[in-house]
């Protein structure tokens, strides 16, 4: 079964002009504060806490990567769980949350240089937190490149979110097409 023959269940009309309200609202206050963290940005964080302590049970490098992964992975598996359902308003939220979600580790990475952002751990004084991505990169031996490499992430963020709006959309007109076209042939 392809992605885009799914036969998904209705969008009603008020309830697509209710989410591309609050997309907008959303998009809007994330451009506003662009490159910047959020309060919103602490729904992920508890997320990508959480994948420290799982993934760490796996070893050092994947309990250092398990916040980014976990934090990413969530959204996506709900994601799914919402395409085998077939529901399209929550497949758009959590492909945004995904999105969303990236735009806020490609902060992180940005800061790599700068370390200007609060640290947040599980399990140590704050003291000893240590950067994810200080730590990431110069393992890669990429860290001279944090900035540019987490700009580029923020742009295929952006990207993703103004694509799943899009998609909800794209989603929508489809089906009142549908419906349009089975109208005129009970005519």
Do not use: K
Not at 42 to 51: D, K, M, R, S, Y
């Amino acid at each position: 079964m392809e992605f885009a023959n799914i036969e998904w269940q209705p969008l009603s009309r008020t309830g697509f002009v209710a989410w591309l309200i609050f997309y907008a609202v959303i998009l809007l206050f994330l451009a506003v504060h662009f490159g910047q963290l959020t309060l919103l940005d602490n729904i992920h964080l508890v997320t990508h806490e959480a994948g420290h302590l799982l993934f760490g049970w796996l070893g050092e490098t994947l309990g250092l990567w398990g916040g980014t992964l976990l934090q990413l992975l969530v959204p996506a598996l709900l994601a799914m769980a919402f395409v085998v359902r077939r529901e399209i308003p929550g497949v758009a939220f959590c492909v945004l949350a995904f999105f969303h979600s990236l735009s806020g580790v490609a902060i992180y990475m940005s800061d790599a240089l700068r370390q200007e952002l609060p640290l947040v751990t599980v399990g140590a004084p704050a003291d000893e937190a240590q950067h994810d991505w200080v730590r990431i990169f110069s393992q890669l031996g990429v860290l001279p490149h944090a900035i540019q490499i987490g700009n580029t992430f923020r742009l295929l963020a952006w990207i993703g979110m103004l694509a799943t709006v899009a998609w909800l959309c794209w989603r929508y007109l489809q089906q009142e097409r549908a419906d349009t076209a089975g109208c005129s042939r009970d005519s």
